[in-house]
């Protein structure tokens, strides 16, 4: 359970306790009887409230846990790498790590050269200095 839900439920349960004050004191100084329509609503709003201290339905949880599974997979097989074009006998392959996607190419009987570029900084504030680097990577098939 969380403590958004814990605390929806308790701020509901107040909000219950404060509308029954306030009608009973409104009735004592009107000498009025309580209404049907109020009795309902007060009884609506204590069952929202007990929802939200004891959290959704099975079926809500589920729903939840699966999403939560389906998402993990999807990241999972964008960070693994997958061809994603062919022609000529080399393969065109992606991945995904953190919010860039990566590319590489497979070639039979060929070097495939992989270049890598970034910045790296030093210093902080007024300090700091940032340069381009290139990395290159060579692979004999």
Same mark, same amino acid.
Request: glycine letters at 8%; a negative charge; hydrophobic letters at 35%.
């Given at each position: 359970m969380s403590d958004l839900s814990i605390f929806m439920g308790v701020l509901m349960i107040a909000a219950i306790l404060g509308v029954c004050?306030?009608?009973? @004191?409104? +009735?004592?100084?009107?000498?009025r009887t309580l209404s049907a329509g109020v009795v309902f609503w007060?009884?609506?709003?204590?069952?929202?409230?007990a929802s939200c201290v004891y959290g959704? !339905? @099975?079926?809500h949880k589920q729903n939840v846990i699966e999403a939560d599974r389906?998402?993990?997979?999807? @990241?999972?097989?964008? +960070? !693994?790498?997958?061809?994603i074009r062919q022609a000529d006998g080399c393969k065109v392959y992606a991945f995904k790590s953190g919010e860039m996607y990566h590319?590489? !190419? +497979?070639?039979p009987n060929a070097t495939t050269v992989t270049d890598r570029t970034y910045e790296e900084c030093t210093g902080s504030g007024k300090h700091r200095h940032c340069e381009m680097k290139v990395e290159q990577i060579s692979e004999q098939q």
């Open positions: 004050v306030c009608i009973g @004191d409104n +009735r004592q100084y009107y000498n007060a009884v609506v709003a204590l069952g929202a409230g959704f !339905t @099975d079926e389906q998402q993990a997979a999807n @990241d999972l097989a964008e +960070r !693994t790498p997958h061809v590319y590489f !190419t +497979r070639c």
